[in-house]
Structure formats: structure tokens, C-alpha cells
């Protein structure tokens, strides 16, 4: 069975604002479904954003719920108009998984990117060279488009240098500044790449070193979004050799945020991780 395509940022803001909307006008799911004539298990998909409603359903329940300022009706209705648009994405889809297409599209309008990396350089911090390395090694086993998966992730890091970067805050195991991909050449740019990316003001880069043992950390990649606008929950992006996902449940998110602050205990100050990164590229002249 094909999974379900994950929501658009504006599909999910919709559906939280329309639950809220019901829940202020104090009317349960059910009377919803008698006053309206929709079916309790569409307003139920519809507030956890996983159908996206009609336009004439959208009104149904604005009316309803009391909602008569012009300017909040378009807005909301704006947001069901975008609500399937991936922001820059578009360009690259269908040929990327819809998990992948969704959570670039969170992340390009995220304010905080929170990341852990215990095996490879995060995409949004990887030269092209290091990218590419990388891809092909992964395309041996599952097959894919290299150079397309590239300059994605190359076209991604526009959200670190933008007129309003986002700020991101990448957690390292020492292993990934110690494993050589793609060479020497290609690694100790990429290390270079680190030490640069460690000096913006919004980039926070530490490493977690073998001296800390086991951690966390290990158990895999994640990161955490959290967007500007309060309409938008927090998100949880993992992925693993089983593959990727994307979390919103507050369980989920309070969960990894705990998995991220532990973490975080036993990780190099920035200062300190800065050199241990120009030590680990000295070593490779």
C-alpha cells in the first residue's frame, strides 16, 4: 500500500487553526457532523491534516465557527489555496521521495534547525565533493539519482546564508570528522567547510568526542525544526538505514528534545570543537 503523502507546512497550519477554531466555539467533532452534514471521521482527517478539504468545506466551517473578519477568512483560505505547494521543492519532485520533498519544504521555512549527526556531515554543512561521495556510496545499495540528490542538497544550504538565515545548531560524533569520504583531498575540504560554517553567527557546531563513549547520539540521525509562526508545531525528521520519517506528536517532540539535550551534556564547547575540526584537518595535509 502507498503511504499517505505527509502535509504541506500551510495544510498543517490550516488544520491546527481549524481545530482550535472549533475547540473556542466549545463544539465537539460530532456536533460538528450533525450542524454541517460532513462526516465526524472527515473533520477528524481534515484537523490532524490528513485530507485536504474543499474550499466550500473550509467556509462551511468558518461560518460555523463564528469566523467573520474578511481578512482571517482569506487568510485561512490562502493557506488551503497553498496547501499543496513544498516551497522550492516543487522543482525537484516527483522523482524525491515524498518524506524527503516535505521535510525540505518544513525546513526551508523553519527559524531553528536542531541537529544530531553521529555518521555523516549534515547535508545543509556537506561541500558538493563530500555530497556526492557520499551518494554514490549510499546508490550502490539503493539506487538513486546522485548528481539530482546533490544539487538538492547543495540548493538547500541557501537557508544558512539567506537575508533571514535560519539558525542551526549541529551536534557531531568525532567519528564523522575522522572518516575519510571521498578521499583526502575531498575530506580535508570538507572539514575546511566545518571551520567556516563554525564561524557564522547563526551556525553552532559541536562535537561530541570519543573521549564522551557512548551516547545517545548514536542511535541515529534527527533533526528538530521548530517554525515562526505559532500556528506551526515543532517537527522531529529522523532517519536510519529502515528509512525516514517525520514526527509531530508532542510525545515524539518532547521525547527527542530530551534525546538532544542529554546529548548536548556531553559535547565539546563551540571553541573547543572549532579545534578539534582544524586539528582533524591539519592531520590530513
Known sequence: MASRRPPSIRLRRLATELRRLRVAAALKQED???????????????ERAMNKPQR??????????????P??????????????????MKQFTPELPDVYSAF?????????????????????????????????????????DVERSTAVRIHRQSILTRPSPVAFCAILDEAVIRRIVGGPRVMRAQLNRL?????????????????????LGLGGTFVMLDFPDPHDRPLVYTESI?????????????RFAHIFATIEEHALSP???????????????
Open 242 to 254: 529502515m528509512g525516514i520519517s517525520l514526527l509531530d506528536a508532542e510525545t515524539d517532540v518532547a
Open 71 to 88: 481578512d482571517r477568512r482569506a487568510t485561512l483560505l490562502e493557506w488551503l489555496k497553498d496547501a499543496d505547494q513544498q516551497a522550492w
Open 271 to 285: 571553541g573547543s570543537s572549532r579545534t578539534l575540526i582544524e586539528d582533524a584537518a591539519r592531520a590530513l595535509a
Open 195 to 215: 571551520v567556516s560554517a563554525a564561524g557564522q553567527r547563526n551556525v553552532t557546531l559541536r562535537i561530541v568526542p570519543f573521549s564522551a563513549g557512548p551516547h
Open 104 to 144: 525540505v519544504g518544513f525546513e526551508h521555512e523553519a527559524e531553528r534547525l536542531r541537529a544530531i549527526a553521529p555518521t555523516a556531515v549534515p547535508a545543509l554543512l556537506q561541500t558538493e565533493d563530500y555530497a556526492r561521495a557520499l551518494l554514490s556510496e549510499g546508490a550502490k545499495v539503493f539506487p538513486h
Open 56 to 69: 466550500r468545506t473550509v467556509t462551511t466551517l468558518l461560518d460555523l465557527y463564528g469566523v467573520t473578519d
Open 32 to 46: 460538528v457532523a450533525v450542524r454541517t452534514g460532513l462526516d465526524a471521521s472527515s473533520i477528524y482527517r481534515i
